[in-house]
Structure formats: C-alpha cells, structure tokens
C-alpha cells in the first residue's frame, strides 16, 4: 500500500478499534473480579442458611418439600440446585453436572463453604450436619449473567459494535485527511517545479496551520523562491553574455575581412584558422542565443499546420547534401504522411541537429536511415521520427548524460570532429515544446537510434514557465539521451 492517506487512516482506526477492545477487557475484567469478591461474600453468608432450610425439608418431610424447596431458592438468575446425601447420591435424582464430584467430596469433609469457578460458571458446595448425625451437601450451580456493555440480542451487540466502529472510522478518517491534504498539496507543488514551474508556491495551504507540516510548506516556498531567482539570474547571465560577445565577434570578422585584403601568401594559412575559429565561435553564440530564447519562453510560437513528412524529405534532401564529403548517405525507409501543428522552423531545426549528428558520426561509405510512422498510443496519435547511424555508438553508463548542455563524450566527440555540444539540447528543448519526447539507445546492430514522439494534436505548451528548466537539471524525458553535436 502506497498511499499515505490510506496508511494513516488504516493505522488510526486499528489503533482506535484496539484501545476501545482494551478499554472494553480491562473494565469486564476489572468488574468481574469486584463482582466476583462480592459475590463470594454473599454465598458464604447465604447458602450456609439454605443448605439448613433444605435438610430440615428433607427430613421432615420428604422429597416432595425438598423439592420446593430448591425451586423456591432465591439463587441468581441462570442457576440450579442439587442436594446430595452422605452417600453423594443426588437425592431427587437429577442429572448431576460433570465435574463436580472433588467439590462435593472437599464439602463432605468441612463446615466451609467451597466455591469453584470454571466454563462460564460457578459451583458452590455447601455442607450441613443434621441432629441425627447425617451430613447433607446443598450444591448450587451459577451462570452468572452477562456484563452490562454485552447484554442483549446478537442483533443489538452486533449493531453496538458496528455503531462503535463507524464512528472510529469517521474519526480517523477526518484525521488522515487533516494531516495528509497539505503533504498531497506539497507533492502536486513539487511536481510542478520539477516540470519547471518556477512560480509555482505552496501559498496559503498551511496558514492556518502551526505544526511542523506548515513549516515545511514555507520553508519549500523560501527555497523554491532562491531557485528561481538563481534559474533566472543564470539566464539572464548567459543571454547578456552572449548580446556581448556579438559585438567584439562582429568586429572581429570586419578586421579578419580587411586583413584577409592585404594578405600575402605566408599569413593566409593563420588567417584561415582564426576565420574557422570566427565561425565556430559565432556557431555557440548563436546556439547559445537559441537556448536562451527557449528556456525564458520568448521564442515565438505561432503555430502553424506542419507536414512532417514535407518537412523530413526536405531536412533529408540537405543532409544529404552535407554527407558528401565523408561519402555518406541519408535514406528514407518508411515515411507515413502526419501532419503537426507546431513552430516550423524549430521542427526544422530540432530534427536538422540529430540527422547533422547521424551524418557527422556515422561510419565513412554507410547510410543513415530515418523512419517516419504514425502510430497510436493509448488515446492519442504520435509521429514517430527514429534516426539511426551506424557509427560506434555512445556507451550506455554515458547515455543517460548526453543531453546535458555542452556534454561530449571524450573518446568520440572531440573538438576537431564535434560541434557546440548544444545541438541535441535545443532538439530536447524544442520537442518538449511540443509536448514531445526525445530518447535515445545504441542499436542491437551497432551505431546509435535517436527518436523523436510527438503528439500529433500539436498542443503546445500552454504555460511558458514550463519552459524554463534550468541548464543543470535538463534531461529526457524518458529513456537515455542522444549523440551532441
């Protein structure tokens, strides 16, 4: 059992049902050992006179007195009196009760009254000497009625004890709820700052509260406000940064232009690399400038209706294109007609980074295959986009990391061969926009398979805070992560 709520009510209400059945024993039990003394007290003084009423009947006239006798014997209700002479016959020829012959041998031999308890009854002997020298033993047989609180039909106990046990489980449960609506309430609050609802607070939930459940709804609220203050500061740190280093990049390009004018022969080779350099900088500030604009939700997200299968021919058509140069070739095994409403140019993009990958880190002379179906989950159409290369793959402790921002892998990702290390990132960014997923796994057959599932109702998200999950905390959604450009 899972639920909290359930545990806490289930333990208060065994807990309850146990006190009332311990309050319930130890007062029939304390009573009956009061009762018990008081009528031990009564029998000695009584039963003596009785047992001296009947012999006198007896032996004055007959069974027949004896008989009346013992049915006008004020016992209490539920008891039967026997009378047996010295021989331990008893006299009128009743059904003696098993058991009673050691109490009716200890009466013969004392003027004490003997008492006995045992099987829901009590016997008391009682022992009386006649002037003719016969000794007659009265035995009287008790059935002490039930105690007040068990008194009545089973109907009646039956209605008492469910009486009782519903007003304990009204009780408890009243209880469970009170100390477990605002831990469900913190739960649901923690979920929305793990999906990156910064703004999202406890609030009020416990203000009525003193205890040491509303202290942790406030100190969650102090701590969820200091994240979201570093998360935003962070954001701004990295976008500024990036505003900045445009301009001295900028002017940076315009020296590199004039100087490449008046070059000569033997400074053109260290022009050539600051110009690779140039560029591959102005690639990460751009990249940079890209994931900022998502992470603070002001990317521009005017939906449009977007055939995936126009939009992956087409992003397949350019890859190709760049395969080129290291003889290889993107292919399209399967590719079923869907269509999306979402951002085209961030479906380009999210899809251009990991077919670039495939194509960056695919084996020289292979192909890359993508697959586009169309498939249904549940209650709900996806487009599914796989990507598969046939390169070395990623090692599986690895895969779970390799969506994080400008993470490589150190023996295939190296600087001459990879990218920013931020490509995938925005592809995980840009298809969670869209209410996707991304994963990835190393194929059976060697290389690597990123996919990509989106819902095909094209909803995006509607709360833009979701968007921003700060760098450090960024991960797929589910499964392991992708190759990086």
Same mark, same amino acid.
């Given at each position: 059992?899972?639920?909290?709520?359930?545990?806490?009510?289930?333990?208060?209400?065994?807990?309850?049902?146990?006190?009332?059945?311990?309050?319930?024993?130890?007062?029939?039990?304390?009573?009956?050992?009061?009762?018990?003394?008081?009528?031990?007290?009564?029998?000695?003084?009584?039963?003596?006179?009785?047992?001296?009423?009947?012999?006198?009947?007896?032996?004055?006239?007959?069974?027949?007195?004896?008989?009346?006798?013992?049915?006008?014997?004020?016992?209490?209700?539920?008891?039967?009196?026997?009378?047996?002479?010295?021989?331990?016959?008893?006299?009128?020829?009743?059904?003696?009760?098993?058991?009673?012959?050691?109490?009716?041998?200890?009466?013969?031999?004392?003027?004490?009254?003997?008492?006995?308890?045992?099987?829901?009854?009590?016997?008391?002997?009682?022992?009386?000497?006649?002037?003719?020298?016969?000794?007659?033993?009265?035995?009287?047989?008790?059935?002490?009625?039930?105690?007040?609180?068990?008194?009545?039909?089973?109907?009646?106990?039956?209605?008492?004890?469910?009486?009782?046990?519903?007003?304990?489980?009204?009780?408890?449960?009243?209880?469970?709820?009170?100390?477990?609506?605002?831990?469900?309430?913190?739960?649901?609050?923690?979920?929305?700052?793990?999906?990156?609802?910064?703004?999202?607070?406890?609030?009020?939930?416990?203000?009525?509260?003193?205890?040491?459940?509303?202290?942790?709804?406030?100190?969650?609220?102090?701590?969820?406000?200091?994240?979201?203050?570093?998360?935003?500061?962070?954001?701004?740190?990295?976008?500024?940064?990036?505003?900045?280093?445009?301009?001295?990049?900028?002017?940076?390009?315009?020296?590199?232009?004039?100087?490449?004018?008046?070059?000569?022969?033997?400074?053109?080779?260290?022009?050539?690399?600051?110009?690779?350099?140039?560029?591959?900088?102005?690639?990460?500030?751009?990249?940079?400038?890209?994931?900022?604009? #998502?992470? !603070?939700?002001? +990317?521009?997200?005017? $939906?449009? &209706? @977007? *055939?995936?299968? %126009?939009?992956?021919? /087409? =992003?397949?058509?350019?890859?190709?294109?760049?395969?080129?140069?290291?003889?290889?070739?993107?292919?399209?095994?399967?590719?079923?007609?869907?269509?999306?409403?979402?951002?085209?140019?961030? #479906?380009? !993009?999210?899809? +251009?980074?990991?077919? $670039?990958? &495939? @194509? *960056?880190?695919? %084996?020289?002379?292979? /192909? =890359?295959?993508?697959?586009?179906?169309?498939?249904?989950?549940?209650?709900?159409?996806?487009?599914?986009?796989?990507?598969?290369?046939?390169?070395?793959?990623?090692?599986?402790?690895?895969?779970?990391?390799?969506?994080?921002?400008?993470?490589?892998?150190?023996?295939?990702?190296?600087?001459?061969?990879?990218?920013?290390?931020?490509?995938?990132?925005?592809?995980?960014?840009?298809?969670?926009?869209?209410?996707?997923?991304?994963?990835?796994?190393?194929?059976?057959?060697?290389?690597?398979?990123?996919?990509?599932?989106?819902?095909?109702?094209?909803?995006?998200?509607?709360?833009?805070?979701?968007?921003?999950?700060?760098?450090?905390?960024?991960?797929?959604?589910?499964?392991?992560?992708?190759?990086?450009?």
């Amino acid at each position: 059992m899972r639920s909290l709520y359930a545990k806490i009510f289930l333990w208060f209400w065994l807990a309850m049902v146990l006190v009332i059945g311990t309050l319930v024993f130890s007062i029939g039990l304390t009573q009956s050992k009061a009762t018990n003394a008081r009528e031990e007290e009564l029998d000695k003084m009584l039963v003596p006179l009785l047992a001296e009423r009947c012999a006198k009947a007896y032996e004055e006239q007959g069974k027949t007195a004896l008989s009346a006798s013992l049915k006008a014997l004020p016992p209490p209700r539920g008891s039967h009196a026997y009378f047996f002479g010295e021989d331990e016959t008893e006299i009128l020829g009743q059904a003696v009760p098993n058991e009673t012959h050691a109490i009716i041998q200890r009466a013969m031999h004392t003027d004490n009254t003997q008492i006995e308890y045992g099987r829901g009854r009590r016997l008391v002997a009682q022992s009386v000497l006649r002037r003719t020298g016969k000794r007659y033993v009265l035995l009287l047989e008790v059935r002490p009625p039930l105690r007040p609180f068990l008194q009545g039909t089973h109907q009646m106990l039956a209605i008492r004890l469910a009486s009782v046990l519903m007003v304990a489980a009204l009780l408890c449960l009243w209880l469970a709820r009170y100390i477990t609506a605002p831990v469900i309430k913190l739960r649901k609050i923690t979920r929305q700052l793990a999906e990156g609802n910064l703004g999202a607070r406890v609030g009020s939930a416990g203000v009525k509260r003193r205890d040491e459940i509303a202290d942790l709804g406030r100190d969650f609220d102090n701590m969820a406000e200091r994240l979201e203050a570093l998360m935003l500061s962070q954001r701004r740190l990295m976008t500024d940064i990036s505003h900045e280093l445009r301009s001295p990049l900028a002017r940076l390009s315009v020296a590199l232009g004039l100087a490449w004018r008046n070059a000569n022969p033997e400074i053109e080779s260290s022009l050539e690399h600051i110009e690779r350099e140039t560029d591959r900088l102005n690639e990460l500030i751009g990249a940079l400038l890209s994931l900022a604009r #998502l992470e !603070s939700g002001t +990317e521009p997200t005017n $939906r449009e &209706a @977007v *055939n995936l299968e %126009a939009l992956t021919r /087409e =992003v397949i058509d350019d890859a190709n294109f760049e395969g080129q140069s290291r003889n290889v070739r993107v292919r399209i095994s399967r590719c079923q007609a869907c269509s999306i409403s979402g951002i085209r140019g961030a #479906l380009r !993009s999210a899809l +251009e980074n990991v077919l $670039r990958n &495939a @194509v *960056n880190y695919t %084996a020289s002379g292979t /192909e =890359v295959e993508v697959t586009l179906d169309r498939i249904h989950d549940a209650t709900e159409d996806f487009a599914v986009i796989q990507v598969r290369d046939h390169g070395n793959g990623v090692p599986e402790e690895l895969l779970g990391s390799i969506f994080k921002p400008f993470y490589r892998v150190a023996d295939a990702r190296e600087r001459s061969s990879g990218g920013t290390g931020l490509g995938l990132t925005i592809t995980d960014r840009i298809v969670h926009l869209h209410g996707g997923t991304v994963r990835a796994w190393n194929s059976e057959h060697g290389g690597l398979i990123v996919e990509l599932r989106l819902p095909l109702s094209g909803a995006l998200s509607a709360n833009t805070e979701s968007l921003s999950v700060p760098l450090q905390a960024w991960r797929p959604a589910a499964g392991p992560a992708a190759h990086l450009l």
